[in-house]
């Protein structure tokens, strides 16, 4: 809530950090912001105004504000994405907050994603856990007729439901171990619910959990952090069924 | 100049089979010798790169976002065409191609578009066999929706995320190639320029966004997938980043721009705030099958939305069009919604907005099923107006979304550069003056997975592999000309903001080259926009510099293309003295404000040929020819 001309008075407390190897800290700023703007769009009123003063703007990843390319990541009052569930920080608009308020921005912290400057982390590592496995080995032009492989709607909808991950990177972001199960797990699980991705299950598990640890992430221990501040509500039932199909390949001596 | 599209002879359904023939082949064996670059990674360039590896191509990927999968092509919201019948409501290849056609109010190329209905078959079969779930019927085939422009169901979607879904498909496969080690990706690099030895496009230069160091990178061909221009308005509904450098400078290097001036303005976005806006959001034009667009009957009417009782609504696509209805194609209902708030019907903040009613849909099928249907852009208009549309209609207005105008390409997709390919937004081929709805992806996948394969190894196989390398005189040559770029951006140290000038260039097209357009009002944009681009290399500041992180460097240069490429599109638009699809030119309209065509003197391409800095770009002309569809009237009344 904002005053009666819909105008907010907030000090914002930002981690400012010039590259991956100087340390950072967190910097005090006060902006005058307006109940209907975006989150992302006060921070570029923020901006516009340390350019006009001659300082260097904060660095943030962002593109399509609209909650769906995933390049957004801010750690807003210690939660990732913000207070509203479902919703990714760029969706997220000040009406949210009220006049006089005071806001925590921080970056993902993670050791798999290292900081590249200010709040702007290094993602590679999902694009990494991906190639691993998380794709159909199909090529172009090889694929049979549509409808041939029937697909009830129910396993579609689930399938569909574990594939709307954005790969933001919040999951990891809110979990104590920094683990990135979440993310490898709603890939497995979209694939694993649909025929065509059940061929290689047990290659799939095996070798993207691999390169899950292999990264620097940490292990799943069960607090299910990362769904309650997943953007696309992705449900922990896919790290049930990832890890029940990692036990039964590691049974079956996968070839990797 | 003369522009030759190497369009197949023979029946038009029999062109690309006889092309396909003709093509000249790479010998498996050597594939890997040839070296391909793919800039942009959305559903043409990820496409087309996953494909080229497969065939056993080494292929360097590159995209400005940090992760290909992020490319905006993830943004497209309702769903993808294909002419599958599978609902046996009378589609066919040929209805396909010539809905496509009509819609682009006959200024696309024959040829191209029917290869494009042919092979969207294919791209269905393939992203299923990918693991794209799509939408489902209970007896698990797959389902079907309407968009604008057609009467029959042939949009395949996943719920309001289609774009989605298919480009995690398509990089996902690309990831495959990255794994297989026949693609190496870059990310967060932008192109920067082309380098061109020999009169072919042998590689490019780079920039390292994390570092800031430019790269010079060698290539057997080029492919440029680095999509549309509709940022140049800067309110659109494009990504922040979007950006038409690559496409400027390939321009600048030789290759011509096609129809700068057709872009698609989409009628059902979020109406804009404030000044402080920073993008628009579209509300997929899949809601226009069950949602009813209207504006109250009486000017000036303040009443809220529920307090207007029937007669006094007019549901004006239903009115004007009966037999499309709400389903009439992007430009028309644009213009029409204009055309209510230019009468003082508008409704919300400013009159600039019109009601799109879930009302009835709501009383018919019951709020579960409209739930299930668009949910999730229920939920993003929720997020960003705080208003819910199962109670109160959504308010929407027309913004800028999709560019039809690219960089000019043969049959073979190949620009006036050899070796220099477009794929995508990019080009220019497929949808004429007005994209269909669902039809950006089709087009996208349709280049990257079934085109581009073909035509490269054409190429190629007449290229001898690795010709040159980055030591070339050329390389240097370019990357001191980026350099010296950058470092100028760097050294004006002004007093404005990149973003300012963006937006006062924004707002000049917005107004003077939008949705409706004049020969005067053109004018005023030619006279003003080279002024304003001084004033931007006098007076913009950028902080920091350029061995580093800097998104203000990064906005700069892409501001600094937009500043020229306005200019063209204005110039573009002046010269092409007639209305057809998006191109309004109100000197051209029927008392019912109808475009009106010339068809006399305008049945051709506009090919754009770059003549220096400042200088008055040459328009070279491809003549369209329509020896399947007759050219008539387009009416969706």
């Known amino acids: 809530m904002a005053n009666a001309t819909g105008t907010m008075r907030l000090k914002l407390h930002i981690w400012r950090q010039k590259g991956p190897n100087q340390s950072g800290a967190i910097k005090t700023y006060d902006v005058t912001a307006n109940e209907h703007m975006s989150f992302l769009e006060m921070l570029d009123v923020l901006n516009q105004e340390l350019i006009g003063k001659g300082e260097e703007p904060v660095a943030f990843d962002h593109d399509c504000r609209e909650g769906i390319c995933g390049s957004c990541n801010l750690v807003i009052n210690g939660v990732p994405h913000g207070p509203q569930r479902g919703t990714t920080a760029c969706q997220l608009h000040m009406r949210t907050f009220k006049d006089g308020d005071e806001i925590w921005i921080e970056p993902w912290r993670a050791k798999a994603f290292p900081v590249i400057k200010d709040l702007v982390v290094d993602r590679g590592a999902f694009d990494r856990i991906i190639a691993a496995g998380g794709y159909v080995s199909v090529n172009t032009g090889s694929a049979p007729d549509a409808n041939e492989i029937l697909i009830g709607k129910a396993d579609a909808e689930e399938a569909f439901g574990y594939a709307a991950c954005i790969g933001c990177g919040a999951c990891v972001a809110a979990c104590k171990n920094a683990s990135a199960m979440l993310f490898t797990a709603a890939k497995f699980a979209h694939l694993q619910k649909l025929p065509q991705g059940r061929v290689e299950a047990d290659r799939r598990a095996v070798r993207m959990v691999q390169q899950h640890d292999a990264e620097g992430f940490g292990s799943c221990t069960n607090q299910y952090e990362c769904e309650a501040v997943c953007p696309k509500e992705i449900s922990v039932t896919s790290i049930a069924r990832l890890n029940a199909a990692y036990r039964r390949a590691s049974l079956r001596s996968v070839e990797v | ?637």
């Open chain 2, 1 to 637: 100049m003369h522009l030759d599209a190497k369009i197949p002879s023979g029946p038009i359904e029999k062109k690309w089979d006889t092309r396909r023939f003709e093509l000249k082949l790479v010998n498996p064996a050597n594939k890997r010798k040839y070296r391909v670059i793919v800039v942009g990674t959305g559903l043409a360039g990820g496409s087309a790169a996953a494909t080229l590896a497969e065939l056993g191509y080494h292929v360097d990927a590159f995209c400005f976002q940090d992760s290909p999968r992020r490319a905006h092509s993830i943004a497209a919201q309702g769903g993808i065409n294909a002419a599958k019948n599978y609902q046996g409501d009378g589609d066919s290849i040929y209805r396909l191609f010539y809905d496509t056609v009509k819609g682009g109010d006959f200024r696309s190329r024959e040829a191209n578009v029917y290869r494009l209905a042919q092979v969207s078959v294919e791209i269905i079969d393939q992203c299923v066999a990918q693991g794209v779930p799509f939408a489902r019927e209970y007896g698990g085939t797959l389902d079907n929706r309407s968009f604008g422009g057609a009467q029959v169901s042939r949009t395949f979607y996943a719920r309001g995320q289609t774009g989605q879904q298919l480009l995690i498909g398509c990089y996902q496969a690309l990831e495959r190639q990255v794994d297989a080690g026949r693609v190496r990706m870059y990310p967060r690099t932008e192109m920067l320029d082309v380098v061109v030895i020999d009169g072919h496009a042998k590689g490019i230069v780079t920039r390292d966004l994390v570092t800031g160091k430019l790269q010079r990178h060698y290539a057997d061909a080029v492919v440029l997938a680095t999509g549309g221009y509709g940022n140049v308005f800067y309110l659109s509904t494009n990504a922040k980043n979007c950006n038409v450098t690559a496409a400027f400078r390939a321009y600048r290097r030789g290759a011509l721009f096609a129809n700068p001036c057709f872009t698609q303005i989409h009628p059902t976005c979020i109406p804009v705030s404030g000044d402080y806006q920073s993008k628009l959001t579209l509300m997929s034009e899949s809601l226009r099958n069950d949602g009813r667009i209207w504006v109250p009957a009486k000017k000036g009417d303040q009443r809220a939305p529920g307090q207007i009782p029937e007669p006094e609504r007019d549901y004006y696509l239903e009115r004007k069009y009966p037999s499309f209805g709400n389903l009439a194609p992007r430009d028309i209902a644009s213009r029409a919604a204009k055309e209510a708030c230019d009468d003082g019907r508008g409704i919300g903040p400013g009159g600039l907005g019109v009601y799109l009613d879930f009302a009835d849909a709501i009383q018919r099928l019951g709020e579960d099923e409209v739930r299930s249907r668009y949910g999730n852009l229920f939920h993003m208009y929720e997020k960003i107006t705080g208003e819910n549309p199962y109670k109160v209609p959504m308010r929407i207005y027309p913004a800028v979304h999709y560019t039809m105008g690219g960089l000019w390409v043969d049959y073979h997709l190949q620009s006036t550069i050899p070796g220099l390919f477009v794929l995508g937004e990019a080009n220019f081929s497929d949808h004429g003056a007005n994209r269909l709805g669902a039809s950006a992806l089709m087009q996208g996948l349709a280049d990257g997975y079934f085109v581009i394969p073909y035509t490269l190894g054409d190429y190629l196989a007449g290229q001898k592999a690795g010709k040159a390398d980055t030591t070339h005189a050329a390389f240097a040559e370019v990357e001191n000309e980026v350099r010296a770029r950058l470092q100028r951006l760097l050294d004006v140290n002004g007093s404005r903001s990149v973003d300012s000038f963006h937006r006062e260039l924004g707002k000049l097209m917005w107004e003077e080259c939008g949705m409706a357009r004049d020969a005067a009002g053109l004018q005023r944009a030619l006279d003003r926009i080279p002024a304003l681009r001084e004033e931007f290399w006098g007076d913009v500041r950028v902080p920091g510099d350029s061995a580093d992180f800097n998104q203000e460097l990064e906005k700069a240069g892409r501001v600094a293309d937009f500043m020229e490429f306005a200019e063209l599109m204005c110039l573009d638009a002046l010269t092409r003295d007639e209305s057809c699809g998006g191109h309004f030119r109100t000197e051209h309209q029927t008392d019912d404000g109808e475009a009106v065509r010339d068809d006399a003197n305008f049945t051709h391409v506009s090919a754009w040929e770059y003549k220096g800095y400042g200088e008055r770009p040459v328009e070279q002309r491809e003549p369209l020819v329509f020896e399947n569809v007759k050219l008539a009237v387009r009416s969706y009344k």
